[in-house]
């Protein structure tokens, strides 16, 4: 059971807008910042977004993070066949001291 | 340009340890954070810990609190993950990843991960 909550599974087809959620608590989102990786099957993660809405330079602008409350978002809009992926969202944890990751968003295209 | 090199994959039987080691090269070492995640097959990501290479100072998870140690070796740029008493439950691929801003616990450059096995 993972401290943040995504959903398990999203879709979309080839130009579309989709957003992934993630949803945490006082401790977690309420307090801290959220990054947000992309995993590609076999491979490391890559930073996508980092402190709710930065972008890493490389990281096309169709990739946008939001941030309210206990939630954060990932968007990724003009959806492309490569955007298939798994999509993590991470922060701080004050309670635990941890970096806590949400279980994973498997995007299918 | 950085890059993170990992030690090979490993097959350990339960009750052993493993060391995992991170090779950074393209940046100065001493001056980023390295933490370490794993992520067991089919599962997603699980944070260890980090280590400040500079200083040497740590931090574990919660779940990994006397399992765990991560250590560095400044002169070869090169951190270090010790795990021990292995069970199968330890079984997945474990990655290196540095930190870039202070506080924001973001992780810019990865390893390409270390599959280790635990198997009786």
């Known amino acids: 059971q993972s401290v943040l909550t995504q959903p398990p599974s999203a879709s979309g087809t080839p130009g579309q807008r989709v957003t992934i959620s993630c949803s945490g608590s006082?401790?977690?989102?309420?307090?801290?910042?959220v990054n947000w990786y992309r995993q590609l099957p076999g491979t490391a993660p890559e930073l996508l977004i980092y402190t709710n809405i930065q972008r890493p330079s490389g990281v096309p602008d169709r990739f946008s993070g939001s941030k309210s409350g206990t939630s954060a978002s990932l968007a990724i809009s003009g959806l492309q066949s490569e955007d298939e992926a798994d999509y993590y969202c991470a922060t701080w944890d004050d309670s635990l001291n941890d970096v806590v990751f949400g279980g994973g968003t498997k995007l299918t295209v | 340009q950085v890059h993170l090199g990992q030690s090979g994959a490993e097959v350990k039987k339960p009750g052993a340890s493993v060391k995992v080691s991170c090779q950074a090269s393209?940046?100065?070492?001493?001056?980023?954070?390295m933490h370490w995640v794993r992520q067991a097959p089919g599962q997603g990501l699980e944070w260890m810990g980090w280590i400040n290479p500079n200083s040497g100072d740590t931090n574990y998870a919660q779940k990994f609190l006397g399992r765990v140690t991560l250590t560095r070796d400044t002169s070869i740029s090169t951190a270090y993950m010790d795990l021990s008493w292995l069970t199968s439950d330890d079984t997945a691929v474990y990655f290196c990843?540095?930190?870039?801003?202070?506080?924001?616990?973001?992780?810019?450059?990865w390893g390409p991960g270390t599959l280790v096995s635990v198997s009786s």
């Open positions: 990843a540095r930190q870039t801003h202070a506080l924001v616990f973001d992780f810019d450059y």
């Open positions: 393209g940046y100065t070492f001493t001056g980023y954070y």
């Open positions: 006082d401790s977690t989102i309420g307090s801290n910042t």
